[in-house]
C-alpha cells in the first residue's frame, strides 16, 4: 500500500477523505476537535509539498438529503481557524459551482467539500456519484480509518476512477499500530474484551484466541459466558440465543491453551440507575431481581494480575456502565492498569475511548484508535475494503 509520502503532490488536485464527523453543540459549536486534529500531519503535507487541497467527509446522518444542520460549514471555520488560512467551503460536494471552485484553486489552497451524505448515492457506492467527484481530483489519499470498513462511494468507488492513490498519515499510523498489536507483538499479548453484546464480537473473539496469549473478558457479554457456565446472573442482560456458542468458546480456548479471565465478583444493583442500590457479590451471588453492571473490586484484582505481565495490550469494550459513576470503578481500573504497564497497549471502540479520557490516562496510551467498527473488523480478522482498494493494481 502506497502512502501520501510515496508521491509527487505539487500542482495536484488532491482530494483527502478524512473523517470530520465531529460533535458539536446546538449552537454548532465544536465540543471535541480530536478528529480534525489528527488529520492535521495529512493535511499539512499536502500544503507544504504544494497540493491543491480538497477535502470531503461526511457528517452525521442526514440520510441523503440535504439537511444544513449537518453542514459542514462550523468544520471549515474551525480548520481555517487551525490552520490560519482559509477554507473555503464548497456549495456541494458534486456540481458544476463545485467543480468550478475546485479548477480555481491555487497550490496551496483549501476546500473543504459539503457533506457527502447529502446523497444517498454515497452509502450506496454509487459509481456515477464516485465520477463526478473524482473528476475533480488528480490523487485520492483516504485518511478516515474509521470509515475504512464501509464500502461506500468515497472509500471505496472514488478511488477506482483516480490514477493515483495511497493512505494519509493517519491510516497508516493506525494500521502500523494494528499489525503492531495483533500479527506481530512482543509477548505475552493479552486481549481485554468488554462492552454489552457477545453477538457483536463473538467474530473477533473467535479470531484473537489464534493470535493471543491471554483473553480477559468483562463488562455485560461476561454475563452470558458465565451463565453458559452454569451461573445465576440474576436479572443480568443475557443473550440466551448465544449461550451454547459462549459454552463452545470457553472449551475452544482451552484446547487451544489461551488462559481465559471472567469476573469473579460484580457491582450488583437492583435497577439501571444512579440512585439505584448498589452492593459487592460474589459472581454465584448475584440476587435473582437484580442485574451486574460492572466488575467488582476481586475482579479488578484478578484482572490486573492477569495483565502484570503482559508486553502488547489490546482492548475492546468497558468492563461495565461506566456512564454512571456508580458503576464506573472497574473500567476505570483498567484505564489505569493499561496506562501503567509496561506493555504496547492499543485501544479500539468509541466506549473504550470515552473511558480513558474519562479517566485521565489517555496521554498514558500508546495508541487509541479512531474507528470502533473498523477496529473490530481487524479484530475478526477481516481486510477494510478502503485499505484493499489502495493495494489494488
Known amino acids: ?42 493535511i499539512n503535507h499536502v500544503l507544504e509539498e504544494g ?34 488560512r482559509e477554507v473555503k467551503l464548497a456549495p456541494d460536494c458534486i456540481g458544476e459551482e463545485s467543480e468550478a471552485l475546485v479548477s480555481a484553486m491555487q497550490d496551496g489552497d483549501v476546500v473543504m467539500l459539503e457533506n457527502l451524505r447529502f446523497y444517498e448515492q454515497e452509502t450506496n457506492n454509487d459509481a456515477d456519484f464516485a465520477e463526478q467527484i473524482a473528476r475533480m481530483a488528480d490523487v485520492y489519499i483516504n485518511d478516515a480509518f474509521a470509515v475504512s470498513h464501509r464500502a461506500h462511494a468515497s472509500v471505496v468507488g472514488i478511488p477506482a476512477h483516480v490514477a493515483e492513490k495511497a493512505a494519509g498519515f493517519l491510516l497508516q499510523t493506525e494500521m502500523d499500530f494494528f499489525h503492531k498489536a495483533m500479527h506481530t507483538p512482543v509477548r505475552p499479548l493479552v486481549a481485554l474484551v468488554g462492552g454489552a453484546k457477545v453477538s457483536s464480537k463473538l467474530g473477533a473473539l473467535h479470531n484473537m484466541l489464534d493470535k493471543v496469549d491471554t483473553m480477559i473478558i468483562g463488562g455485560a457479554m461476561a454475563n452470558t459466558f458465565l451463565k453458559s457456565q452454569g451461573v445465576d446472573m440474576g436479572a443480568s442482560k443475557i443473550e440466551e440465543d448465544l449461550l451454547e456458542s459462549a459454552r ?36 454465584r451471588d448475584v440476587p435473582s431481581e437484580w442485574m451486574a453492571l460492572d466488575i467488582g473490586p476481586a475482579s479488578t484484582s484478578y484482572f490486573q494480575e492477569a495483565m502484570a505481565d503482559a508486553r502488547t495490550i489490546v482492548w475492546n469494550g468497558p468492563m461495565g456502565a ?60 477481516k481486510t477494510l475494503p478502503g485499505v484493499e482498494v489502495l493495494e489494488a493494481d
Open 1 to 42: 500500500m502506497l502512502t501520501i509520502r510515496d508521491l509527487t503532490l505539487k500542482g495536484k488536485r488532491v482530494l483527502v477523505r478524512v473523517d470530520f464527523n465531529v460533535p458539536m453543540d446546538a449552537d454548532k459549536n465544536i465540543t471535541d476537535d480530536i478528529r480534525i486534529r489528527m488529520a492535521l500531519p495529512t
Open 51 to 84: 497540493g491543491k487541497l480538497i477535502l470531503c467527509s461526511h457528517m452525521g446522518r442526514p440520510g441523503g438529503k440535504r439537511v444544513m444542520d449537518f453542514s459542514l460549514a462550523p468544520v471549515a471555520a474551525h480548520l481555517a481557524e487551525i490552520l490560519g
Open 248 to 283: 463452545e468458546f470457553v472449551q475452544e480456548a482451552e484446547k487451544k491453551g489461551v488462559k481465559l479471565y471472567l469476573p469473579v465478583d460484580f457491582v450488583a444493583a437492583d435497577r439501571f440507575a444512579p440512585d439505584a442500590v448498589v452492593k459487592n457479590v460474589t459472581f
Open 322 to 381: 461506566f456512564e454512571m459513576d456508580a458503576f464506573a470503578r472497574g473500567t476505570m481500573a483498567m484505564c489505569q492498569a493499561v496506562a501503567s504497564s509496561h506493555a504496547l497497549s492499543v485501544t479500539g471502540g468509541g466506549d473504550s475511548n470515552a473511558a480513558v479520557k474519562k479517566s485521565g490516562e489517555a496521554a498514558n496510551i500508546s495508541y487509541m484508535s479512531t474507528g470502533g467498527g473498523a477496529f473490530l473488523r481487524l479484530m475478526e480478522g
